[in-house]
């Protein structure tokens, strides 16, 4: 069994929800992404979501996109990612999965990535403009090595889509809390909760909601009806902040993730 899924039955078994924080691989540097990450660890992160750097991420908000470029102006690049990761998995055992788009995986190849990233110990990838046939076809490849395809559905996925999506994927479902790209929101969508329990129809698989979930009680929200909540932007923000006041950002995150999570004791690895 893999780590996703192992670490979302040993939740399950302990009446516990997952936690998911995002970083963009690179900002502001390697080295500090390295120490953030294992922050997060430290501070209860379940599985880690490391996001390639890309020149269009057309599916994220003003928040990563700048946070990427800002990883591509330090020159960092898939190659550095599964590094970083290959060195990550040396000191922890929380799973890694990579966030991108098709671009920059099909320029250094599927195959080859598949292999790369099962070396480094990632244990999945999230491909956020993959649909369909295509989909399949890497699903096929990473399955070949052990990794799992993470699949995204919003409120506007029909339920043909919806029921072809999680047949394909594995690990766990990314449920778009709303219609739109990242960033931290006010409030969390409605339509959040339905969008789970339909797909719920399709699958036994956690489903984990995202895009736009920043605060306490958002994330609370999110555990009532889903088995995860990811935490994006709200993350990015404080590590651009910081930087730019020339904190700790390592630090910074530390103190963010104990207000989001304030109750959550740190689970044994």
Not at 34 to 62: C, K, W
Not at 100 to 110: A, E, H, K, Q, V
Request: contains cysteine; glycine residues 8%; negative net charge.
């Amino acid at each position: 069994m893999n780590r996703i899924i192992s670490n979302f039955d040993l939740l399950k078994a302990e009446g516990r929800k997952g936690f998911i924080p995002f970083v963009s691989a690179g900002d502001p540097n390697l080295e500090t992404s390295r120490q953030i990450v294992l922050t997060l660890v430290e501070n209860g992160a379940d599985i880690i979501e490391l996001g390639v750097p890309f020149s269009d991420p057309m599916a994220d908000g003003p928040t990563i996109q700048a946070s990427s470029q800002r990883a591509l102006k330090n020159g960092v690049t898939l190659k550095d990612v599964l590094a970083m990761a290959a060195g990550l998995r040396t000191e922890t055992d929380v799973p890694l999965v990579l966030f991108s788009y098709l671009n920059p995986l099909f320029r250094y190849g599927i195959e080859r990535l598949a292999d790369d990233a099962a070396d480094a110990g990632v244990d999945g990838i999230l491909v956020t403009d993959a649909v369909d046939e295509e989909a399949a076809e890497i699903a096929d490849v990473l399955r070949k090595n052990g990794l799992d395809l993470i699949s995204l559905i919003a409120p506007t996925t029909t339920e043909d889509r919806l029921k072809k999506i999680a047949e394909r994927s594995s690990g766990f479902i990314y449920a778009v809390s709303r219609a739109g790209v990242t960033g931290a929101q006010n409030e969390t969508s409605t339509t959040a909760e339905a969008l789970v329990e339909r797909v719920r129809e399709y699958t036994d698989l956690p489903v984990a909601v995202g895009f736009g979930i920043s605060t306490r009680e958002q994330i609370e929200a999110v555990w009532c009806y889903a088995d995860a909540a990811v935490v994006g932007s709200a993350i990015v923000v404080e590590i651009e902040k910081c930087v730019n006041a020339e904190i700790d950002p390592v630090k910074c995150v530390r103190e963010l993730v104990g207000w989001l999570l304030p109750q959550r004791q740190k689970p044994e690895r």
